[in-house]
Every structure is written in structure tokens, then in C-alpha cells.
């Protein structure tokens, strides 16, 4: 039995114990077209999406269904977290609290950004009929919904815990991934642009952070034309450039090698670094977008 046997074992050991009965099981391993066939041949009125690298409490899928009693409600969503550590204490990153807080204040509106992968539960009719290639399918299904008139929520009683910690290089790859797939959602769900409610979140959270990296670009580049007239700029040159070179220095002694800095100073740098990294990755993105390299 290979070692994703037995993470697939554990996780269909882990959703017997719901307290949510009459489940029935689909397992799709990365084939889009398959997960289409599976969908429609699905009987259920509800689909719950998981992953092998979490683990569900067991009120969870309930929680998740509960949310999609109103007719008005296509999609729920529940909350990711790292497992306690040994004394129970949890282990969610100050950017994971802050994405979920963000998270809650989109639910009250009724429209999340984006659905995550370990948790989430989507009415089957909703469904699009076509999955596209290079697109996170997650994300795609909820904004679907959204764009159809339909609330996506977020509920925190719906808990999932990550089991499989990945390492840095592939967070790094499934973040260029994600941006490839961001970029080609900006033209699937253009129509999202002109809605002002159901586009407000839409906008703020992913079409103003998929400009980020070019906004940064920009940062560094016009202070440095401006800085051959004017001796003012060199000073924001030097500042940023000695930023991304300190950057680069924590990135290789410190992230590489899985050390950490103490304090508060430690996790503020680890929050740049994390900062830094994404917008990398989203331009290496959008490199391999328009160059159809992916």
C-alpha cells in the first residue's frame, strides 16, 4: 500500500466518524474530467469537497450542510486550522488568522472570495457543467455560484485540520499555480466586475491583490527614474532595495533551513517574507499565463 493509499485510508476512516450519516464517497485523483463525470452522476443534492492532507471533526460535514437550508445559499465553507501541538495549544499563522478573519467579515456580506479546498460543501445542481484547465477548481466552483446570484458563507463551526504539512517549495509552486489560475479568472467572471455587491469582494480581495506584484514593480522603478534628477528618491531606492536583499537573506538562513526569530520582530519579518514570496509567485504567474507555459 503506497503512502497515498494510506493518507486516503485514514481520511475515509476520518469522515466515518461524522455524525453526519448516508455519505457517499467519491474519489477523484487529479482528473478534472473524471471529477465531471463523478458530479453528474452523483445522486446527492449536496457535495462536500475535501482533500487527503485534513482531517474533519466530526460535526463538521453537518455544520457545512446545515448552512445550505436556505435557498438563497449555494456554498459553505469551513475553516482550516493546524492540529493543536501537544499541550492543545492551536498553531494557526498570524497570515492564516488574518485571511479567516477577513473570511467572517465577507460571509456577513454573503459573498466569500474563494472556497478552500479541505472544507467546503456546494449544492450539485449549481455546479458548472465545464471544468476549465489551469484554473483552481475550488475557487472556480464558489465564484460560479457567486456570479450566479447565489450567497457563498463561511462557517467556523465547520472545523478541518491539516495533517500533511507541505514544504516551502511546494507552497511556493501551488502559489504560482493559484496565480495562473487568478488571471485566468479575471476573464471567466468578468461579469463580476460590474456587479457592485456581489463584485466588491470579488474586487478587493483578488483583482486588487493579482495587481500587487506590478503595483511593486512600479514602486522601485519610478523612484529610481525620478532619482536621476532628484538625489530625494535615492533615498526610497536604497531602502527597498536593502528590504528585498534582507529578505533574500531571512529566506535562505532562516525559511530554507526551518528556523524561526523570536518575538514579535520574528514574526513580523516571516509576515513580509510571506508577503514578498506570494507577489513573486503571482508574477511568476502571470509569466507563464501569457507565455502559455505551465
Known amino acids: 500500500m503506497s503512502e497515498d493509499d494510506n493518507h486516503i485510508q485514514d481520511k475515509i476512516e476520518n469522515l466515518k466518524k461524522s455524525d453526519y450519516q448516508n455519505i457517499e464517497h467519491i474519489l477523484v485523483i487529479h482528473c478534472r474530467t473524471e471529477l465531471s463525470k463523478q458530479i453528474k452522476c452523483s445522486q446527492s443534492e449536496v457535495i462536500v469537497f475535501t482533500d487527503i492532507s485534513s482531517e474533519y471533526e466530526s460535526s463538521s460535514i453537518t455544520n457545512l450542510v ?11 465553507c ?16 498570524a497570515n492564516w488568522v488574518y485571511e479567516n478573519k477577513i473570511k ?3 460571509s456577513n456580506i454573503g459573498y ?56 516551502n517549495s511546494e507552497i511556493f509552486n501551488k502559489h504560482i499555480r493559484d496565480s495562473v489560475s487568478a488571471y485566468i479568472s479575471i476573464v471567466l467572471f468578468w461579469h463580476l466586475l460590474l456587479c457592485r455587491k456581489r463584485g466588491f469582494v470579488y474586487v478587493s480581495h483578488r483583482v486588487l491583490k493579482w495587481i500587487v506584484p506590478f503595483n511593486l514593480i512600479l514602486l522601485l522603478s519610478i523612484p529610481m527614474i525620478l532619482s536621476l534628477s532628484n538625489s530625494f528618491f535615492k533615498f526610497f531606492v536604497v531602502l527597498q532595495i536593502i528590504g528585498y536583499l534582507f529578505i533574500t537573506l531571512y529566506h535562505f538562513e532562516f525559511v530554507k533551513k ?7 520582530f520574528g514574526k513580523l519579518v516571516s509576515f513580509v517574507h510571506y508577503f514578498i514570496e506570494l507577489n513573486y509567485a503571482m508574477l511568476r504567474g502571470f509569466i ?5 507555459k505551465m
Open 66 to 76: 446545515k448552512g445550505l437550508f436556505d435557498e438563497k445559499v449555494g456554498c459553505v
Open 288 to 292: 507563464c499565463c501569457v507565455t502559455h
Open 112 to 167: 466569500l472570495s474563494g472556497a478552500n479546498s479541505a472544507i467546503y460543501a456546494v449544492k450539485r445542481e449549481l455546479l458548472p457543467h465545464i471544468v476549465y484547465d489551469n484554473i483552481n477548481i475550488d475557487f472556480y466552483f464558489s465564484t460560479y455560484i457567486t456570479q450566479s446570484g447565489y450567497y457563498t458563507l463561511f462557517t467556523p463551526s465547520a472545523v478541518a485540520y491539516e495533517t500533511l504539512y507541505k514544504k
Open 258 to 264: 526551518n528556523r524561526d526569530i523570536d518575538g514579535v
Open 104 to 106: 467572517i467579515l465577507e
Open 78 to 93: 469551513g475553516i482550516l486550522r493546524k492540529k493543536p501541538n501537544e499541550n492543545g495549544k492551536l498553531q494557526d499563522s
